[in-house]
């Protein structure tokens, strides 16, 4: 489906709740322009977060689904991170991390904020784990260069200057949450 053909329409984020997946909602018209992360919402989902494999939340305006994400917990070596991380986890020889999959926005809903939405969520929800256990980084895989470059803006650092593979401190994190008030 050609998203170019999809008029987009207002959202009233403050509408927008975010909660874990109903796995009885209907997830079939999700369309967010990219098939691997449609199709991973349409027919992996449930069944992923039914079994704990991820965790998937979705962002929902009434009953609706318009957006998602998921976290799993992940490994980086050390030296792939950064500098930092070395130091830190250099002995143990892995970073735990928490990994940010598939976030995607549909199409009609795209460009009002839903995104940063979900991305903030998925902050807060790694800052929670990390109050728990060891976490150092939320990281991430950009779909391109342009999604890289938004959330270079965001403050995700590229494991290699030039990939797609990100990641962000817990630190950084909790410091943009409280400067946004949302901690």
Same mark, same amino acid.
């Given at each position: ?111 009002? *904020?839903?995104?940063? %939405? ?5 902050? #807060? /929800? $790694?800052? !929670?784990?990390?109050?728990?256990? *060891?976490?150092?980084? %939320? ?5 391109? #260069? /342009? $999604?890289? !470059?938004?959330?270079?803006?965001? *403050? ?28």
């Amino acid at each position: 489906m050609s998203l170019g053909s999809i008029s987009k329409r207002a959202i009233d984020l403050a509408q927008v709740q975010i909660k874990p997946l109903d796995p009885e909602i209907g997830r079939a018209a999700f369309c967010c322009g990219n098939d691997r992360i449609d199709n991973f919402f349409r027919n992996n989902s449930r069944d992923q977060h039914t079994k704990n494999r991820v965790r998937v939340y979705v962002a929902y305006l009434e009953r609706e689904p318009i957006g998602y994400y998921y976290l799993v917990a992940a490994t980086h070596p050390p030296e792939a991170v950064s500098k930092e991380a070395e130091e830190k986890f250099g002995r143990v020889k892995s970073t735990p991390c928490v990994y940010l999959g598939m976030i995607g926005v549909h199409g009609d809903c795209q460009e009002n *904020g839903v995104g940063k %939405l979900l991305m903030l969520h998925a902050m #807060q /929800k $790694t800052l !929670e784990v990390a109050n728990l256990i *060891g976490i150092y980084a %939320l990281t991430l895989e950009a779909i391109d #260069q /342009k $999604t890289a !470059e938004r959330y270079a803006s965001w *403050g995700f650092s590229p494991f290699i200057a030039g990939e797609l593979a990100m990641y962000i401190p817990i630190k950084t994190i909790r410091t943009a949450l409280q400067e946004a008030d949302l901690i």
